[in-house]
């Protein structure tokens, strides 16, 4: 498993970013996963337009069924490996909005999944695609690397890769009764090891930084266990914010347990 603590570290280098990981659930258990990154302050703030080549707006969503539907008679005539690889990509779409004027920049990862299980092939997914606009998100965090040259190569290589390993340092189950979601025993000793005791809660720097977990569920909300989450409009969701203070300094702040209605 990637280390939860290195994506933490990444989070932190995305200046002025939000994480959203979400969770669809339907009432078979099968879903959708979605990881998220909104950078439209960092766009404000120049942080992004300086390193990604934006000439025009970006409107986009690549859904790799639909290209492997396309082309699948091409894709007969390759080697068994390459088709079993490509057919992994099936469950992902990738959607991106750029657009410079505008300050905007956001982009999501979305995965389909049959069951639960499935959502470790997540991340997998997403490096088999290699997608270029994703890569070149990096770019942005270059210059607030660390100056040790050691540290930035790592930084640089893992930071996406854990971002998208996030699920495997959860334990999540649901049923038609309950939903939860805990760390793992040792994502939680990898967090409480690298804790970093200089970040304080009145550090202006925290809240530039946002990481959000929603869950949507195909039924009502009873009760939710988790002081810091708020039900939805609809009663059929749940979702918890955390600025980088939160997160380092309360590794169960997002430890949940919800009960749905009869």
């Known amino acids: 498993m990637k280390k939860i603590t290195t994506a933490f570290v990444a989070l932190l280098l995305l200046s002025a970013c939000q994480i959203r990981e979400e969770i669809r659930f339907k009432k078979d258990g099968s879903g959708s ?15 992004a337009s300086d390193s990604l ?4 707006a970006i409107d986009t969503i690549v859904n790799f069924a639909s290209f492997l539907d396309e082309k699948k008679d091409s894709i007969a005539t390759l080697p068994k490996e390459e088709q079993k690889r490509l057919e992994a990509l099936r469950p992902l779409q990738f959607a991106m909005k750029m657009n410079e004027e505008e300050k905007q920049m956001d982009m999501r990862l979305t995965y389909a999944f049959k069951k639960l299980e499935d959502i470790s092939k997540f991340a997998e997914a997403v490096e088999n695609a290699n997608i270029k606009e994703l ?5 942005p965090m270059e210059g607030m690397m660390p100056s040790d040259p050691a540290k930035s190569d790592s930084i640089s290589k893992t930071g996406m890769e854990d971002l998208f390993n996030m699920a495997e ?12 979601r805990k760390m793992t025993e040792k994502a939680m000793a990898e967090l409480l090891q690298k804790k970093d005791t200089s970040i304080k809660a009145d550090d202006p720097f925290v809240d530039m930084m946002r990481f959000k977990q929603v869950y949507r569920f195909p039924f ?21 914010e955390a600025n980088m203070y939160q997160m380092n300094n309360d590794p169960e702040y997002f430890n949940i347990e919800v009960e749905f209605e009869k």
């Open 169 to 180: 340092s959860f334990d999540t189950r649901f049923n038609k009764k309950r939903f939860s």
């Open 220 to 240: 009502k909300v009873k009760s939710v266990s988790n002081p810091n989450a708020k039900i939805l409009s609809d009663f059929k969701g749940v979702e918890l």
């Open 53 to 56: 080549p934006m000439t025009s």
């Open 135 to 139: 890569k070149q998100t990096m770019n």
């Open 33 to 47: 996963y979605e990881v998220g990154f909104d950078m439209s302050e960092m766009m404000g703030m120049g942080g």
